[in-house]
Nanobody, 119 residues
Framework: QVQLVESGGGLVQAGGSLRLSCTAS????????MAWFRQAPGKEREFVAG????????NYADSVKGRFTISRDNTKNAVYLQMNSLQPEDTAVYYC????????????WGQGTQVTVSS
């Protein structure tokens, strides 16, 4: 089992930045694909950014490309999401997720952290 805990959310003005952290316990994340998802009120959860276990291979939703950066520190068993140039439409609950290499879908989820961007 992998337990994921997100932190770093908050209220920020448009144009500002936040850095989300996701720390894991129970298993090392070194052999897991990691991702960030978000869910805005009244909308479905959507993929934001992902990083494969072999660091260096990342992908992003078009809406965040050039503004968000996903990274991981295997020594700290943590994943991060640096969010710059935040916009009100980025307001959502952000979730960290992990997928083992043999899993088809992301099978471990954190509880989420709220990000609110004011205009």
């Amino acid at each position: 089992q992998v337990q994921l805990v997100e932190s770093g959310g908050g209220l920020v003005q448009a144009g500002g930045s936040l850095r989300l952290s996701c720390t894991a316990s129970g298993r090392t994340l070194i052999n897991y694909n990691m991702a960030w998802f978000r869910q805005a009120p009244g909308k479905e959860r959507e993929f934001v950014a992902g990083m494969y276990w072999n660091v260096g291979n990342t992908n992003y939703a078009d809406s965040v490309k050039g503004r968000f950066t996903i990274s991981r520190d295997n020594t700290k068993n943590a994943v991060y999401l640096q969010m710059n140039s935040l916009q009100p439409e980025d307001t959502a609950v952000y979730y960290c997720a992990a997928r083992s290499l043999v899993a088809v879908t992301y099978n471990y989820w954190g509880q989420g952290t709220q990000v609110t961007v004011s205009s």
